[in-house]
Every structure is written in C-alpha cells, then in structure tokens.
C-alpha cells in the first residue's frame, strides 16, 4: 500500500502555517550561505554556523511533518488494519532522524 497517495500530509492549519515560515525562513538562510561562499573574505566558522543553524530548522520542520504523521496516521494504524505496514515505514524514517 502506498502511503503517500493513500493518505497525503495531513497538517492542521497552525503546522502549515509554522512549516511555510520556517521554510522560507530556511531558504533565506540558505541564500545568505551562498552569498557567504561568492565572498572570499568569508569566515569558515561563520559559514559553518549558518549552515548548523539551516540543519536545526530542517530538524523543527521534520518534527512538525513527523507528528502529524503519528497523529493522522500511526495512531489509527490498528483500525485500518495496516499495523505492520505503518510499524516497517516508520523504522524506515526514523533512520533519517
């Protein structure tokens, strides 16, 4: 069963919202790094900062997306009857965390 087509991203309208601003935010950040590099004059550890920073807003955008896959789709895993399914995709995504 394909997850994905089957149930979509599922997000309340406040984690829409806090996932949109901070991938806009993220994408603000990432240009500002890719200004840093054109610049010779460029600290590495200031580079190096940036770039930490764009990882722990990737990490609070997959922990939005994440929870709503537990809420709207792991906890009523058992009703659907695709518990071993649900249990196999998510050991698969949290190899990625």
């Not at 004059?41 to 990737?58: E, F, N, P």
Request: glycine share 6%; with cysteine; proline share 1%.
């Amino acid at each position: 069963m394909n997850h994905a087509s089957a149930h979509g991203l599922r997000l309340d309208d406040d984690a829409r919202e806090q996932t949109r601003q901070r991938l806009l935010s993220i994408r603000g950040h990432v240009e500002g790094i890719l200004r840093m590099l054109e610049d010779p004059s460029t600290y590495c550890v200031d580079a190096l900062k940036q770039i930490k920073a764009v990882q722990g807003a990737l990490d609070k955008v997959g922990v939005l997306v994440l929870r709503s896959h537990l809420r709207d789709h792991v906890v009523t895993a058992a009703q659907r009857g695709d518990t071993d399914e649900i249990v196999a995709e998510l050991m698969e995504v949290l190899k990625y965390r």
